[in-house]
């Protein structure tokens, strides 16, 4: 397939190139504010712009993990929200329909409440943040507009990212510098490897699959059990990590605490594994050491004290 990225300075854009290329695919990418090399800049509010990027490529499928991401921002700038999380990514749906293009839209655990989760797809969505609305909002408008749209819900995404943003770089960061870090043992989740993410997001579009899909890591647990998790793969010192609950964070939006994503139906249609975070966080440093897959990162980083 010939496949267009549009937010591939992420971390998630990032790996569905890389998945992309190494499937056979041919792939381009595009990025806002952080430039990547070889790929072309993009505002996905910018019609033109999108329109001009999608008539020139002419992709088979559109890939869209373009957002924005910040929580909190959202929750103070609901507009800035719906117009990339939800308007843009509708307006690239529709173009790439004009040329029988699929859309990939990447959405979120935060658009269930967080009363019963891990949730399986058609579990009724119940969004507590601005973030959440605008990207349950982004998907039922997706998946009304066109047929051949995908949404793929996902949550808590780690794994390489040339950004270093995500959570456990956060906390390398925090344990080497000796930093303490307050992190929610009330949050239950499904971490996901960024990398299995974006293997499953491609079968599913070489399988030509519609509708909603989860794809998750496989398996719940709360925020600080992975953190400290996470300190055993990358053998760090988790004395100055401290459990809390989300109220004592006072965090502007508010976060859904039981959650978790069910990846039964992901499960039954793909050959890709979505692994549980143990071996998401081992798949992780291997990359980080530059080891090759196969070697126990784990023992040895416990030799080391
Ligand atoms: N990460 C998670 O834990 C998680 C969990 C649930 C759902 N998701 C969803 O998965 C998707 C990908 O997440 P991620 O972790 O890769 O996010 P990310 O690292 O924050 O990347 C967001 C991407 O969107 C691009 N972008 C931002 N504003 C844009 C605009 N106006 N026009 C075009 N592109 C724009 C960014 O470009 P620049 O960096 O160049 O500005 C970047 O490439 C998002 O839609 C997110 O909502 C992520």
Redesign the pocket.
């Known amino acids: 397939m010939r496949a267009l990225v ?8 990032a790996a569905l190139l890389q998945a992309l290329r190494a499937r056979g695919h041919e792939a381009t990418g ?5 430039a990547v090399e070889g790929c072309w800049p ?4 910018d019609a033109r712009a999108v329109e001009h990027a999608i008539f020139f490529i002419k992709p088979d499928w559109i890939f869209c ?5 910040h929580v909190d921002y959202c929750e103070e700038h609901p507009e800035e929200a719906r117009a ?2 939800r308007d ?1 990514p509708l307006l690239a749906a529709r173009m790439g329909q004009r040329l029988g293009a699929g859309f990939v839209y ?5 658009v269930f409440d967080g009363t019963a989760g891990p949730y399986a797809e058609e579990d009724p969505a119940r969004p507590l943040s601005e973030y959440g609305r605008s ?1 349950w909002e982004g998907e039922r408008a997706i998946l009304a507009a066109l047929p051949r749209a995908l949404v793929v819900r ?4 780690y794994g390489p990212d040339s ?1 270093e ?2 959570f456990v770089y956060q906390l390398i960061r925090n344990c080497r510098s000796g930093q303490g870090m307050r992190i929610p043992a009330d949050q239950v989740s499904s971490p996901t490897y960024n990398a299995d993410l974006a293997a499953a997001s491609v079968e599913c579009c070489e399988k030509d699959l519609r509708g909603v899909y989860h794809l998750a890591g496989d398996g719940v647990l709360d925020r600080h059990a992975f953190a400290l998790l996470a300190c055993r793969i990358f053998a760090l010192d988790p004395s100055r990590l401290t459990a809390v609950t989300t109220a004592d964070l006072a965090q502007k939006a508010p976060r859904p605490l039981r959650a978790g994503l069910s990846i039964a139906k992901a499960r039954a249609a793909l050959q890709t594994a979505l692994r549980a975070p143990e071996a998401g966080l081992r798949a992780m440093r291997q990359a980080l050491d530059g080891r090759p897959p196969g070697g126990d990162p784990v023992d040895r980083a416990e030799g080391l004290g």
Do not use: F, R
């Open positions: 549009i937010g591939a300075s992420g971390q998630v854009g595009t990025y806002a504010h952080h993009l505002d996905i509010t993990p373009a957002g924005l991401t990339i999380n843009g990447y959405s979120t655990e935060y990207k996902t949550t808590v995404v950004q943003k995500n």
